[in-house]
């Protein structure tokens, strides 16, 4: 059932084997961006610091 890779199976392994690694750690890292950016929001809302697009005065 398995397809037959030849004299190059083991790079070919390993080549996935590295590119699942690779898409592993920056899916992490997004994750854990993205936890750091919205606990450091919710602190700078906290504090009373608002973002820009949050101002309701328009200046046109």
């Given at each position: 059932?398995?397809?037959d890779l030849?004299?190059?199976a083991g790079f070919?392994?390993?080549s996935y084997a590295v590119?699942?690694?690779v898409i592993g750690g920056v899916i992490?890292?997004?994750v854990t961006d993205y936890t750091r950016q919205k606990s450091t929001l919710a602190?700078?809302?906290a504090r009373g610091i608002r973002r820009?697009?949050?101002n309701t005065d328009a200046k046109s």
């Open positions: 059932m398995l397809p030849g004299n190059h070919i392994i390993a590119s699942l690694v992490g890292w997004i602190e700078l809302e820009r697009s949050a």
